[in-house]
């Protein structure tokens, strides 16, 4: 059974802080990797896609990917109250099919 | 681009009824997949098609649900007979290659009374 787990949270970060999300996969042979934010009542949005080892930026999202330990991170820096949202961590194991955890609730206390 | 659009938004039903949802992929898109989300299950795969052919139907979860793509651009799923546990936001989402990351539509809010 492929597996993606998160930490469902909630966590709480202050406005202008550092939010880290993680994300753990359970299949050395993943190829792609997704973070998607989720307002409530709202369909996921795409924030972030990685696919080889190391960091991505973009704007105030960085993506980190250790394929070896098998876990995939979003860092949002200088956090603001509109960050605050479900994360979900998507995974690609190699059969056009994406696998989803079942989120991190995140809350930026202003 | 419209994006994915799903109908009806919000559909509220009784216990043994049929209920149809809707989805158009966006224009160009060949794979398309039904998901449902719940708050103790998170976001489930029910099925997935690739150029209209049903390709992963595992996560279907029993002969009540059914799920139809008579073109390249639209998808059904239908559940007969409906009951309370189907209650959900059923997402249906597009790409068009396995490594591209999914476009989701906004959803259909499923109660089942």
């Known amino acids: 059974q492929k597996e993606v787990e998160q930490n469902s949270g909630p966590l709480s970060v202050p406005e202008g802080a550092i939010a880290s999300l993680n994300c753990t996969y359970s299949d050395r042979v993943s190829q792609s990797f997704f973070w998607y934010r989720q307002y409530s009542g709202k369909s996921p949005e795409l924030i972030m896609s990685?696919?080889?080892?190391g960091d991505k930026e973009d704007g105030r999202f960085t993506a980190q990917l250790n394929k070896a330990s098998q876990y995939v991170s979003l860092l949002i820096r200088d956090s603001q109250p509109s960050d605050s949202a479900t994360y979900l961590c998507a995974v690609n194991f190699g059969n056009e099919k994406l696998t989803f955890g079942t989120g991190t609730r995140l809350t930026i206390i202003p | 681009d419209a994006g994915v659009i799903q109908s009806p938004r919000h559909e509220v039903t009784e216990m043994g009824q049929e209920v149809t949802l809707r989805c158009k992929l966006i224009s160009g898109h060949n794979s398309l997949f039904w998901y449902r989300q719940t708050m103790m299950r998170g976001l489930e795969l029910l099925i997935y098609f690739n150029n209209n052919v049903p390709i992963d139907d595992s996560g279907m979860p029993e002969d009540r649900f059914s799920a139809k793509m008579p073109n390249a651009s639209f998808s059904t799923l239908k559940i007969q007979p409906s009951e309370p546990r189907d209650s959900a936001v059923y997402f249906c989402?597009?790409?068009?290659?396995?490594?591209?990351?999914?476009?989701f539509g906004n959803g259909t809010r499923l109660t089942v009374t």
């Open positions: 989402a597009s790409n068009n290659d396995p490594n591209s990351p999914l476009h």
């Open positions: 990685i696919y080889s080892n």
